[in-house]
């Protein structure tokens, strides 16, 4: 075998590994996104979204912690006990009244030894608002989702993202929501953050990019666009052709069958 087909056979060895998805398990592996001004959570896998969830987060006198954590427990129909302890119930068992609902997914333990962590509810209407004590609430059906999909030790970013970058049919668009924290923040570095979880080539307008940093509240704007990603096939189908096309050089045309 001869360097020429040596190199035509790497070839076709990346093109089936990539076409039939065999990758590293490592690369495979789950890691959640918690965004709080757009309460939302997303699944992702591969670094591609597998899945958003409405989630409901910390009011401003009670933030959800934002950074880089991990999945740190996990518990099937959790107790609830009340960390502020008015006067009246501080203590709930399991079931349909309990504020955790059906599972438990801790990520985050502060130096006063309170865990945050991703729940059910039993209001479901608090979804997709500031309406926690920190922690993120979860429809019961998809905190029960996302707990049979992630293991202790999956990683867990939460972000504050006031400049929330969307990707709709190649197109990126900005999406503005509500600075409910009043903390500081830097809406460039905060695209700039997004942009580099793309996978694959863009383009971004200049222009449109700084005008997307001055957008008002519930606001959207296309910045650019993805020039290739990997779910786009054009390059391996390229590749493909390429690769019959040598191959079969030297074969004999076939004989049509008209029959």
């Keep these: 075998m001869n360097i020429k087909k040596v ?15 065999i990758i590293p398990a490592q690369a495979d592996e789950y890691k959640i996104f918690i965004d709080i001004p757009s309460r939302t ?27 880089n954590f991990e999945v740190i427990t996990k518990i099937t129909n959790p107790g609830w006990e009340n960390p502020y302890k008015p ?19 801790g990520f ?9 962590g991703m729940h059910g509810t039993n ?33 867990v970013k939460v972000t504050y993202y006031t400049h929330k970058l969307k990707i709709k049919n190649n197109k990126l668009i900005i999406h503005k929501y509500p600075h409910v924290y009043k903390r500081k923040i830097n809406p460039r570095k905060m695209i700039n953050e997004q942009l580099e979880l793309i996978d694959g080539n ?10 997307a940093l001055k957008i008002r509240n519930g606001a959207i ?4 666009e993805i020039i290739h990603t990997k779910e786009n096939p054009d390059i391996f ?22 029959s």
């Design 108 to 116: 985050h333990r502060d130096k006063n030894d309170n865990e945050y």
């Design 202 to 211: 863009y383009n971004v307008n200049e222009e449109k990019l700084n005008q």
């Design 123 to 155: 209001r479901p209407s608090s979804v997709g608002k500031y309406s926690s004590h920190g922690c993120v609430r979860m429809r019961i059906k998809d905190a029960e989702d996302l707990f049979d999909k992630v293991e202790i030790g999956t990683p």
């Design 221 to 224: 704007l296309t910045i650019g």
């Design 237 to 258: 189908h390229n590749l493909s052709n390429f690769l019959k096309t040598k191959f079969s050089k030297n074969k004999p045309k076939p004989t049509l069958n008209n």
């Design 7 to 21: 190199l035509l056979f790497l070839l076709a060895q990346i093109l089936f590994f990539h076409l039939f998805n």
């Design 41 to 67: 959570l997303e699944l992702r896998k591969d670094n591609k979204i597998e899945k958003t969830y409405p989630v409901g987060v910390g009011r401003s006198n009670f933030p959800t912690p934002t950074g």
């Design 87 to 105: 006067a009246g119930i501080s203590r709930i068992r399991p079931g349909k009244d309990n504020p955790l609902g059906t599972r438990w997914i």
